[in-house]
Each structure stands twice: as structure tokens, then as C-alpha cells.
């Protein structure tokens, strides 16, 4: 049979993107498959004006549902602090300084480069998204990239260095979820097919049996 994979479309400030690693990690360690960690910058970034168009309903009702899913789970959950948007409220106005996004998503974007994709953005959004007071200080980063196998400081530094060229990746991974046809995260797509969401994980595993996805051996 051959080895299968599939790509996952992710971002550093979607709640439900980080409820998805653990179920995406256990995939992949369980499954004879590769898993394409493609993260995307949010929607709050690549879209001005986009809050103003949201229903205000849906903010508190994403928290709550976000929750209940981490209890579920047995995953811890608190909204983090700091955000990784930098934005106003009440009026959610999105800040034109970002100073945390732009850095993490070209560390995930670097990480996927060197094949610590899924890892790193599986400990980095539990630190960030985990109840981590002040995840951008100390050595709360640090400590995430190392359990991943990425050195931070030397991660950073080629993050800068090479700023342009992952930016390109991440408008890439951008226009390719887009002609996968979807513009959410997390989207998992498969030979071109499109799921969307934490809840369609199951639904993707039934893809990938269809297509003769085996246990992994040893």
C-alpha cells in the first residue's frame, strides 16, 4: 500500500487549530501516514475590516464551544495572555503593529521546512493556549521549540534573516488552502479534498482508509 499524506492548514491563533494537534500527533503515530503541518497567518490579519462584519454573538459563543471541546478532550484551555492578535476591545479593532503573529508564523513556517512542523506547533499552542501566563516571556518559547527539536535563538535568527522567503511560504500555503477550497483553519486536505475543522478528523480518517491507510508497524 503506499504511504499516505495529507496537509493541514493551521494557525497560531485559532483555538480550534490547537485542539486538533494532539488527535493530528496521534495520526501520525498510530497511522502509516505523514501529516503537512502549512501554517496560514489569521484570518484577523489577512482580512481588515473583518470583525466588523462578525456577528458579536459569535466571539463568547466560540469561547464556550472551544471549552467544553478541551474538557472533552481532557485538554487544558484558557484564552491567551497575551493574545496573539493584538486587538481592542470592545470595538475589535485589530492593531496594525503585530508583534507576535508575524514572529510565530514564520517560526512554524520554518519548522515545517526542517520537519518539526506538527511537533512545534503542537507544544507551542499548548503553551499558548494551555493557560500559560505570559507564554511570549521567559523561557515558556524557548522550552516548547526545544521539546520539538528546535533551538529557538537560532531559530529566530533565521526567521529574520530569511523573513521574505517564509512570508512567500505562508502566502503559498494561503492560496493553497484556498484552491483546496476553504479559507478556515484547521483544514485538512487530502488529494486535493478539503475538511475542515477538529470536528472532521474522523470523517478524514475515513478518507484515508478508503484509500488503504495501515496501522504503522514497529
Not at 23 to 48: G, S
Not at 196 to 203: A, E, M, Y
Request: charged content about 25%; some cysteine.
Amino acid at each position: 500500500m503506499p504511504h499516505l499524506e495529507f496537509d493541514v492548514f493551521w494557525s497560531f491563533r485559532s483555538p480550534y487549530s490547537y485542539l486538533a494537534t494532539p488527535r493530528l500527533v496521534e495520526l501520525e503515530r498510530h497511522w502509516d501516514l505523514t501529516v503537512h503541518v502549512r501554517p496560514v497567518l489569521p484570518i484577523a490579519v489577512r482580512i481588515e475590516g473583518f470583525f466588523d462584519r462578525v456577528n458579536p454573538l459569535w466571539p463568547p459563543y466560540l469561547f464556550r464551544d472551544c471549552l467544553r471541546i478541551a474538557q472533552s478532550l481532557g485538554m487544558p484551555f484558557q484564552w491567551p495572555r497575551p493574545d496573539p492578535i493584538v486587538q481592542e476591545f470592545p470595538s475589535r479593532k485589530v492593531a496594525a503593529e503585530q508583534p507576535y503573529i508575524h514572529r510565530l508564523t514564520r517560526l512554524g513556517a520554518l519548522a515545517a521546512e526542517r520537519g518539526v512542523g506538527l511537533p512545534f506547533v503542537t507544544e507551542v499552542s499548548r503553551v499558548i493556549f494551555g493557560g500559560t501566563p505570559a507564554w511570549h516571556e521567559g523561557s515558556h518559547l524557548h522550552d516548547a521549540a526545544k521539546r520539538a527539536g528546535l533551538d529557538l535563538v537560532e531559530a529566530d535568527a533565521a526567521a529574520a534573516r530569511d523573513a521574505a522567503r517564509l512570508d512567500a511560504a505562508i502566502a503559498d500555503n494561503q492560496a493553497a488552502l484556498e484552491k483546496a477550497g476553504h479559507w478556515g483553519v484547521p483544514t485538512m486536505v487530502f488529494q486535493g479534498e478539503p475538511f475542515f475543522g477538529q470536528d472532521r478528523i474522523d470523517l478524514l480518517v475515513w478518507r484515508l482508509k478508503q484509500h488503504g491507510l495501515e496501522e504503522r508497524q514497529g
